[in-house]
Structures are given as structure tokens and as C-alpha cells.
């Protein structure tokens, strides 16, 4: 097993995905078949924000240590499920117009307890469209964070606290200033909080984002941070994992079908995945994500360096 690296990996080719999207519909011009919204995601969603928001109910009263247990086993995994489901309205996937993802955006972030879905929008189209980008590609560690994530204990740290390093790294790398429609999302979530906190008290409030919080850690479906582009084998920059915990979270570990169809909900994409085989089969693919945390925290050679980087020329205006 290799020592890790004192750098990131860099490519002077371009990201995969379009040229792999190319070569896809000239031999199965049927996937275009898959493009467009999934009906169900809308229903799924709003059952998803009712059975948080009864859990922070029930809760209100609850000791601290039950109010864990339950973020832990249960709220993280249905918020999870609903950042997941962000992911999905950032590119349009559950209403045909825009503006319709973005309002239900917004909604559907009420249980996670602080203001993620109009940022996340705005940086994870820029993840897609420029993958790898040493600059705009916000979901690339710092180099500060490959420094620190050399030692197992560092990153177990790292992994513990994983949703601050995904929330503050923007901030550092890419800063934007906010827009009317963030402005509106954290008007909406403060609104919201205040109305919780007023009504059912406080420890209903800490609920929410303790759920968010503590399934971004060291949790199993938090694996799908680690297996999505952390280099596991050289040459390959994305990843799949097709295991069960994709139910729980919108296929998303269908990685490599998304970046190679980001307009196909993640309902399509194991269809997606069996029109094609030739082109995925050899790849490399996850079986665990439990597994995933493991290795990446147990190996010397994977940390915050196993990252594919590259350069952009920009015109100076």
C-alpha cells in the first residue's frame, strides 16, 4: 500500500463526463428517453418534511441523549434524504419550470435547519461544470484540509465535523455575494426557526440541524461524500456505488450516470445504467459506505490530496 501523496493529482485532459455523454447517445440515442422531472419526487419530499417536523414534535419534551439517538438513527437519514433531494431541484428534477424547483428548494430545507438550498444550487451546478477546476470547483478540499487529513486521527476528525468543512469551504475558495433568492431562503429558515422554537421550544429546534449535522460525520450514508471523487484507483475521477442505501438517498451513488446525464432524476438513473452497461461496467465502484469511510481513514495513500485537480486559463477582463 503506497505512501500518501504530497499533492493533489493533476490533469491536463478534461473531465470525463462530456465526452463520455457524447460517445453514450451516439450508441443508445434512447437515453434521451430519461431526460426530464420525476412526478414522485414532489410527494416523497413532503412526506419526508412532515415526518421530520412530527419527530422535532414528539421530541420537544424528550431528554438530550434520546434527542441524539433518534437525529443519529432517524432525522439524519430523512435530512439527508432531503439535502439529497436539493440536489435533485438544483438541476431541475421534480417540476418541469425552474422557478418551481427553487420554491420547493426552499421548502423542503425548512427541516434541515439552516438556509443550504439556494448556495447549494449555485455551487453545485459550478461543480458540474467545471469538475476539478482548482478554483470553482468548491467540492475539492483545501489545501489546508489535504494537509490536515494526512494521519488517521486527523481524519477521523475531519470526518466527524465534515458538514462545517462542506459549509464554510465556499466561503474561502469561491465567496459570492449572497442574492435576493439566498437573501429569501434565510429569510424563510429564520422565520421558520423562530416560529419552531416559539411553539415547540427549543430542544424541538435543536433537533433539525443536529440531524444534519451528525449524518455529514461518521455515519454510513455519509460515505457518499467520500466514495464520489476521492481517487480509489489512478486514472478514474468519479465513482459509483450501486448498494441499498440508494434508496435512502435518491440514487445518488449512481455518481458517474449523474455527472454523465445530470438532466435524468436519480429515479432513472439504474435504467440509465442497464441501457449502457459497456460503458460502466469497467469502472471501479464502491460496494460499501461504510466500507468507503473505513478505507479512506485506515489507508496511508487516500486523504485530502487523492483529489484530480486542473488548471483553467481565464482572460483577464
Known amino acids: ?19 463520455r455523454r457524447r460517445e453514450l447517445l451516439r450508441t443508445h440515442p434512447e437515453i434521451k428517453e430519461l431526460y426530464g422531472p420525476c412526478s414522485r419526487t414532489k410527494y416523497v419530499c413532503t412526506l419526508l418534511v412532515g415526518l421530520q417536523l412530527s419527530l422535532a414534535f414528539l421530541l420537544r419534551d424528550a431528554p438530550w441523549w434520546l434527542i441524539v439517538l433518534v437525529a443519529y438513527a432517524v432525522g439524519g437519514v430523512i435530512n439527508q434524504a432531503l439535502l439529497l433531494a436539493i440536489h435533485e431541484l438544483s438541476h431541475n428534477l421534480a417540476f418541469r419550470k425552474p422557478w418551481h424547483n427553487r420554491v420547493f428548494g426552499v421548502f423542503i430545507n425548512l427541516p434541515v435547519g439552516v438556509p443550504v438550498s439556494e448556495t447549494f444550487r449555485y455551487y453545485h451546478l459550478r461543480h458540474h461544470s467545471h469538475q476539478g477546476d482548482e478554483r470553482l470547483d468548491t467540492d475539492i478540499p483545501t489545501e489546508f484540509e489535504a494537509r490536515l487529513l494526512r494521519h488517521r486521527a486527523s481524519k477521523l476528525l ?26 429569501a431562503n434565510l429569510l ?16 424541538a429546534l435543536a433537533y433539525l440541524p443536529i440531524s444534519s449535522l451528525i449524518v455529514m460525520g461518521l455515519h454510513p450514508i455519509a460515505g457518499h461524500y467520500i466514495s464520489e471523487h476521492y481517487v ?13 442505501l440508494n434508496v435512502l ?10 455527472h454523465d446525464f445530470p438532466y435524468v432524476p436519480g429515479s432513472r438513473l439504474p435504467k440509465l445504467r442497464a441501457m449502457a452497461p459497456e460503458f460502466y461496467d469497467g469502472l471501479l465502484a ?32
Open 1 to 19: 500500500m503506497g505512501a500518501m501523496s504530497n499533492g493533489f493529482i493533476w490533469s491536463s485532459e478534461d473531465e470525463p463526463h462530456a465526452a
Open 158 to 183: 475531519w470526518l466527524a465535523c465534515q458538514g462545517f468543512a462542506y459549509a464554510l469551504r465556499p466561503l474561502f475558495v469561491d465567496p459570492k455575494k449572497p442574492g435576493a433568492s439566498e437573501i
Open 188 to 203: 424563510v429558515q429564520v422565520a421558520f426557526n423562530v416560529a419552531v422554537f416559539y411553539f415547540w421550544g427549543g430542544k
Open 232 to 244: 480509489f484507483r489512478e486514472g478514474q475521477e468519479t465513482y459509483s456505488y450501486y448498494g441499498p
Open 249 to 258: 438517498a435518491f440514487n445518488v451513488g449512481y455518481h458517474n450516470e449523474h
Open 286 to 317: 464502491h460496494q460499501s459506505w461504510t466500507a468507503t469511510l473505513w478505507n479512506f481513514v485506515m489507508r496511508p495513500s487516500l486523504g485530502g490530496y487523492s483529489r484530480i485537480k486542473r488548471r483553467v486559463e481565464r482572460r483577464r477582463d
